[in-house]
């Protein structure tokens, strides 16, 4: 049986109030079509059309080719959104699934029971269900006195009696392929809605002597859809408990589930402990044996083995194994750093390499640089990268030691096993070995101090007398 997927993910989206094309607002770091997209995959899906409308070109470049395109010119309903995969599909043998590309709880588990439902019953659709409290908003399910599905019915157009139903469509179906595009060839527009309606297809089926399953999935939650704000958060919240359960299978140690925000891309290794606060974003990745957080905001960022890394923010950046970051450290792009390094608290580094079991504890900015191994960077040292037009690298060799308050002006070279000393600044290249001071020579005035105070209070007494004279 051949597997294919149509994701429908032209809707408006008005409710969202957004320029942003609904499908694109993002759920745990992906776009939720994303999700649905993955989910089709995992399910076994050999090929998969989106059917695009407003924010086509968003769209398209979000997902990128994994995905073929039909777009739909105008919201005229589900059932004409489907028929504008007819040139993509038709003549496909085989099942396809229907699928909205604004429910990202989906699985590919509940999709690939669809399939094996539709395969074991023989039914020309097979329908995927739930039970729900409050079915308002959502198609009911009407079933004959045997239990088989005889119609849906659009919550718009419900009766008394259909309104009470609290079996609702979850908008995913299977369909015999070619069987859906000759039934849509007979759908109407006589509704409420003035729309072409995918849930008619199953009655035309049913009078055509096809016979419809469906498929009850045990989690309501899967099949919320995103049509507001308020629902995008709830979204958020079932995905994020998905997700960090997940990883708690799998031998991560969530400190504080309702204080902790993965994304759904992240990889974790065992033993690692997430505490309270943390992001882990986009495609982070942590090692084994790690203490990440609490207040940690990682992006794109990877993190070795056995690392220690607190109140930090990363991004796009690689930190090594054994090292200990934080607190209050910055990490922007192109950050690099070895194993056995100390990053101390308020230290920002960018685009540099630093090198193993090197140190920068405290205080510094570490910008466009090449840091050796072993190099000992004092409180307060920064590399002067940008002159104003343009940015020039500094490199600091195995060995070396930067003092406090030192400033490197860029471009420059620090020789291996190079001394800078505290307060120099630095504008040429320190050889191999050498060291440099770069600060004028400190001198001493005996008693001088003494004056300076008496100075000072003469000033403060004359301008206390000029006040009183202007009163």
């Known amino acids: 049986m051949k597997k294919l997927a149509i994701v429908l993910a032209a809707g408006l989206g008005k409710r969202m109030k957004s320029k942003l094309p609904k499908v694109l607002h993002p759920v745990c770091g992906k776009p939720m079509v994303a999700h649905v997209l993955q989910a089709v995959r995992e399910a076994g899906c050999e090929r998969a059309v989106v059917v695009i409308g407003r924010g086509a070109p968003e769209v398209r470049a979000a997902l990128g080719d994994a995905a073929e395109y039909a777009l739909q010119p105008e919201p005229l309903g589900t059932g004409h959104a489907v028929m504008q995969a007819e040139p993509l599909l038709a003549g496909e043998d085989g099942v396809t699934l229907v699928v909205c590309g604004d429910t990202p709880l989906i699985t590919a588990r509940t999709i690939e029971a669809m399939f094996d439902l539709h395969r074991e019953s023989g039914a020309a659709a097979t329908v995927l269900t739930a039970h729900v409290d409050d079915p308002a908003g959502y198609g009911r399910v009407v079933r004959s006195a045997a239990g088989t599905v005889e119609r849906i019915v659009e919550d718009k157009d419900c009766g008394p009696e259909e309104r009470a139903i609290r079996e609702i469509n979850a908008g995913a179906y299977c369909f015999d392929t070619r069987r859906l595009f000759a039934a849509l060839k007979n759908l109407t527009a006589d509704n409420a809605q003035g729309e072409y309606y995918l849930t008619d ?271």
Do not use: W
């Not at 990883?247 to 974790?268: E, F, L, S």
């Not at 986009?282 to 207040?295: E, L, Q, S």
């Not at 504890?361 to 000992?376: E, F, M, Q």
């Open 201 to 471: 297809v199953i009655g035309i089926l049913r009078r055509e002597g096809g016979t419809v399953a469906a498929y009850r999935t045990p989690d309501p939650d899967e099949i919320e859809g995103v049509n507001d704000r308020a629902a995008l958060a709830r979204a958020q919240r079932l995905m994020r408990r998905r997700i960090l359960l997940g990883h708690m299978a799998n031998g991560v140690t969530v400190v504080d589930p309702d204080h902790t925000y993965i994304d759904a891309d992240v990889k974790i290794g065992e033993d690692t402990v997430i505490y309270p606060g943390t992001h882990l974003r986009g495609g982070t990745v942590i090692g084994r044996d790690c203490a990440i957080g609490p207040g940690c905001d990682l992006a794109d960022t990877t993190v070795g083995d056995g690392t220690t890394v607190r109140y930090t923010v990363a991004e796009g950046a690689v930190i090594g194994s054994e090292c200990n970051v934080g607190p209050f450290a910055y990490l922007r792009p192109g950050t690099r750093i070895g194993d056995h390094v100390r990053v101390g608290d308020f230290v920002e580094i960018k685009n540099s390499v630093v090198g193993d079991h090197s140190k920068v504890p405290h205080l510094s900015y570490i910008g466009d640089a090449t840091v050796g191994s072993r190099v000992n960077i004092g409180c307060g040292v920064i590399t002067a990268n940008y002159d104003g037009h343009n940015k020039f690298r500094t490199e600091i060799g195995d060995g070396a030691f930067i003092g406090s308050n030192a400033n490197l002006v860029a471009p420059v070279k620090i020789g291996r096993d190079a001394y800078v000393v505290a307060g120099s600044t630095i504008t040429h290249d320190v050889g191999e070995g050498d060291v440099a001071i770069a600060r004028e020579r400190q001198v001493n005035k005996p008693g001088y101090a003494e004056k300076l105070r008496a100075r000072a209070l003469s000033k403060k007494n004359q301008a206390i007398s000029q006040s009183n004279n202007n009163r």
